[in-house]
Nanobody, 119 residues
Framework: QVQLVESGGGLVQPGRSLRLSCAAS????????MGWYRQAPGKQRELVAA???????NYADSVKGRFTISRDNAKNTVYVEMNSLKPEDTAVYYC?????????????WGQGTQVTVAS
């Protein structure tokens, strides 16, 4: 059974930092591209940051220079370090694992963790 379990969310003041973690089980973690998405109330889910199985990274323009995604294949865990947080970063953050093998897409989601940036 595949599980992606996020942790590290919470309430934080603007300008402060948070680190989210996503622990994966039930998959060959190192072979998956991993991503962090977020969804704010009334908005569509959007990609925040992604990291390939080869550790190439990609970021949304809104978080470039502030967020850093990384992975530890030995721990089956992906992280996102979020610095200089802004109120507009408030959202539920979701972890995603994805890969395509012989045209078959494997796509898994965590349950989400709330991040609230407010003074």
């Amino acid at each position: 059974q595949v599980q992606l379990v996020e942790s590290g969310g919470g309430l934080v003041q603007p300008g402060r930092s948070l680190r989210l973690s996503c622990a994966a089980s039930g998959i060959m973690f190192s072979s998956y591209a991993m991503g962090w998405y977020r969804q704010a109330p009334g908005k569509q889910r959007e990609l925040v940051a992604a990291i390939t199985s080869g550790s190439r990274t990609n970021y949304a323009d809104s978080v470039k220079g502030r967020f850093t995604i990384s992975r530890d294949n030995a721990k089956n865990t992906v992280y996102v370090e979020m610095n200089s947080l802004k109120p507009e970063d408030t959202a539920v953050y979701y972890c995603n694992a994805q890969k395509t093998v012989w045209g078959v897409e494997y796509d898994y989601w965590g349950q989400g963790t709330q991040v609230t940036v407010a003074s």
